[in-house]
């Protein structure tokens, strides 16, 4: 099996990116961040406070969380049977996500279901820690980068397009915050893995990223994309 992976700060272009190249490749594309996401609403549902390790690790022994693609081949992630694909996009589960994400035992809990999806598939798999601990031996390592300003605003006009009521201040401050958070944790954090290709995507149109990374992939792999991007 091949397997790419993609970490970088939020708002780099990550999976935009990463969803384009694996359609051209024939490849699975999975968001782990979702799946942290899905952990950070679980707990929002609960009443459980993110930054409580406690109460977070032992919500884990009743959570049935199951990552599935739809028939249009996106995918969907299921918590205790519920398609919550949508609500973990609201804005205030990133920051419940990136909480959870900095407990060790959370993490732990993940590993398997990452890894197994690699097994089983040629992936590319973008979040903060894959190339540097969920697939240390994948195939090409991408580490996405772009300034924050660049970053933030890709998000504010996506929350603005998804009807988000929001200020472009309030994007680059919690985007600024959530990577100083995921950067300074302990367990596995956001960094570039030593032998990750860096790719700063700031001032790059979207078509220019997608063709960066599927030259990358192609050169590493061998295969050609299905069609240019
Ligand atoms: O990629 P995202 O913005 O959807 O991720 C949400 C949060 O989940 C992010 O702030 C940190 C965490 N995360 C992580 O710790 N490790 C990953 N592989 C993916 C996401």
Redesign the pocket.
């Known amino acids: 099996m091949i397997s790419v992976a993609i970490d970088g700060p ?1 708002g780099a272009g ?2 935009t990116i990463s969803r384009a190249a694996a359609k051209l490749f024939g490849f699975i594309y999975v ?4 799946i ?2 899905t952990i950070g609403l679980a707990a929002k549902l609960r009443g459980i406070d993110a930054s409580d390790n406690e109460a977070v690790i032992s919500m884990l022994t009743g959570l049935d969380i199951e990552l599935r693609y739809n028939d249009s081949g996106e995918q969907c992630m299921l918590l205790n049977g519920a398609d919550v694909s949508r609500d973990i996009r609201l804005p205030d589960v ?1 920051m419940l ?2 909480k959870v ?1 900095a407990i060790p035992e959370v993490r732990e809990y993940l590993v398997d279901m990452q890894r197994k999806m690699a097994q089983m598939h040629n992936v590319i798999m ?5 190339g540097t601990v ?1 697939l240390p031996d994948a195939d090409l390592k991408i580490f996405l980068t772009a300034g924050a300003e660049d970053r933030a605003r890709r998000r504010y006009e996506e929350l603005l397009q998804k009807g988000v009521e929001t200020t472009f201040d309030m994007v680059l401050d919690e985007l600024v915050k ?1 990577d100083e958070q ?1 950067t300074r944790r302990a367990a ?1 954090p956001l960094k570039a893995a030593d032998d990750a290709i860096v790719l700063d995507t700031s001032g790059n149109t979207l078509e220019q990223s997608v063709s960066e990374v599927c030259r990358l992939i192609s050169e590493r792999t061998g295969l050609t994309p299905e069609q240019a991007p």
């Not at 968001?31 to 979702?34: I, L, S, V």
């Not at 973008?126 to 894959?130: L, P």
């Open positions: 939020s990550k999976s968001d782990t961040g979702a942290y996401r990133s996500a990136s994400s973008d979040g903060r820690d894959i969920i959530r995921d596995a």
